[in-house]
């Protein structure tokens, strides 16, 4: 920043001349003001962008539900009249066999336990005799030449009168037990058969009446309630699409002012006393030789 900026045009203290009979010891001067520059930290405010989120319009469809009118069947109940069978219970009277008893007389035949005498074989033992052969050796002499070996020489012996044992059999009598049959009589219980008779109850079939309930059928007319389909105007909801417009948010760049620091130069004005030095010169020489920022 030029500090010729700062130049102002105010008052100005009037020239002070020093009175040199009280003080002779003092050159004569003048007071005047001089501007300095000083450095000061100002505040400033600084430009800067900052994101923001500005509202915006955007056409978009939205989804409406119309109330519309369709035709629906509707069932209705109509009163009608129909025909039926209807069944019905009649008590009749039917036959029927019904088993009874009646007393009756059977023959019968009933066992009987009778004494009888049956001949009977009984064996009993009677002494006999009875011939047997007993086994016997007897000595029985061998005629002739009888050929009995060698000996270790090669001679042969042979042998004459010899005797032999001879088994016979000789008859005895021997006392045995013989078994014969003798015939006795003994009691004994035989099973017969007798008549008799025995009262039995016999089953017979008897005819009667008996109620019994007989289904038949008849015609009767009942109410009854008929469907049909009768067209209505029923309301119903139907999704159609409608422009509208939303509000969105859209970035954006701000501008915005934050605070900052930044060095300046003051101008002061300041009292300095400026020695008066006489020169012969004009006057006009004289404004032109005062240096630029004094009075």
Sequence with gaps: MCPDAFLSSGEWDSPIVEDHHHHHHEPEGIWKKKLVWKEEWKQIWRTEHKQIWKPAWKKIQVPVWKEIQV????????????IEQKPIWKEIQVPAWKEIKVPDWKKIQ??????????????????????????????????GEKHVGKDEHGWEYTAHDLWRKKLIWKPAWKKIWRTEKKQIWVPEKKLEWKEDYQKIWRTEKKQIWIPEKKLEWKEE?????????????????????KEEWKEIK?????????????KVWKPVWEKVWVPIHHEHHDHHDHHEHIEHGWD
């Excluded at 007319?221 to 909801?237: A, G, P, Y």
């Design 250 to 262: 859209v970035p954006a760049v701000k501008e915005i002012q934050v605070p900052d620091w930044k």
């Design 221 to 241: 007319k009942v109410q009854i309630w008929r469907t049909e389909k009768k067209q209505e105007w029923v309301t119903d909801k139907k999704l159609e699409w």
């Design 71 to 82: 035709p629906i069947w509707k069932e209705i109940q109509v009163p009608d009249w129909k």
């Design 110 to 143: 009933i066992p009987v336990w009778k004494e009888i005498q049956v001949p009977l074989w009984k064996e009993y033992q009677v002494p006999d005799w009875k011939q047997i052969w007993i086994p016997e050796w007897v000595k029985e002499a061998v005629p």
